[in-house]
């Protein structure tokens, strides 16, 4: 069965980098923080191996940090001051792209020794990679949702 999982492996783990990059493109357009995730997941599709680089292992790692650092304190702000559910707050929004982007990051820094992944390497990257969509979906389903955004918020996508 192995070499069944090899030959399509490493074309999945392509197209799911190659649509994070285009999530983390997108939410570049509304914080431009998201555009170097998004040049960092782009790389890995078009080349796995470069997640063994020692530029891209730096930069990742940096902007690593740098998420967590701020998801923790939008985390902090929203257990203080949250008046509704995590989607419906721009803090809980923000908070989620942070954490998708440091739970990818992670992903691909991971990659470097096997750029094709193992099965579950694959499938936690097949349910990251699903989970924006799927949270968009919910979202824009949802008209009570949406109903108290602000203005900026429903104008969007």
């Given at each position: 069965?192995?070499?069944?999982?090899?030959?399509w492996?490493?074309?999945?783990?392509r197209?799911?980098?190659?649509l994070?990059a285009?999530?983390f493109?997108?939410?570049?357009?509304?914080?431009?923080?998201?555009?170097i995730?998004?040049?960092?997941t782009?790389?890995?599709?078009?080349?796995?191996l470069?997640?063994?680089?020692?530029?891209?292992?730096?930069?990742s790692?940096?902007?690593?940090?740098?998420c967590?650092?701020?998801?923790?304190?939008?985390?902090?702000?929203?257990?203080?001051h949250?008046k509704?559910n995590?989607l419906?707050?721009?803090?809980?929004?923000?908070?989620?792209?942070?954490?998708?982007?440091?739970?990818?990051?992670?992903l691909c820094?991971?990659?470097?020794?096997?750029?094709?992944?193992?099965?579950?390497?694959l499938?936690?990257?097949?349910?990251?990679?699903?989970?924006?969509?799927l949270?968009?979906?919910?979202?824009?389903?949802?008209?009570?949702?949406?109903?108290?955004?602000p203005?900026?918020?429903?104008?969007?996508?």
């Open positions: 069965m192995a070499p069944a999982v090899a030959t492996a490493p074309g999945l783990w197209a799911c980098n190659a994070m285009a999530f493109a997108l939410a570049a357009v509304v914080q431009v923080v998201y555009m995730p998004a040049v960092l782009l790389l890995v599709g078009f080349n796995p470069v997640t063994g680089n020692f530029i891209w292992k730096s930069v790692a940096i902007h690593m940090l740098f967590a650092l701020w998801a923790g304190g939008l985390a902090y702000h929203f257990l203080l949250a509704q995590l419906n707050e721009e803090e809980g929004r923000e908070l989620s792209g942070l954490v998708i982007v440091t739970a990818w990051m992670a820094h991971s990659s470097s020794k096997n750029p094709g992944g193992g099965r579950m390497h499938a936690i990257a097949v349910v990251i990679t699903l989970l924006p969509l949270s968009w979906v919910y979202v824009h389903m949802n008209k009570e949702m949406r109903s108290s955004w203005t900026h918020c429903k104008t969007v996508i």
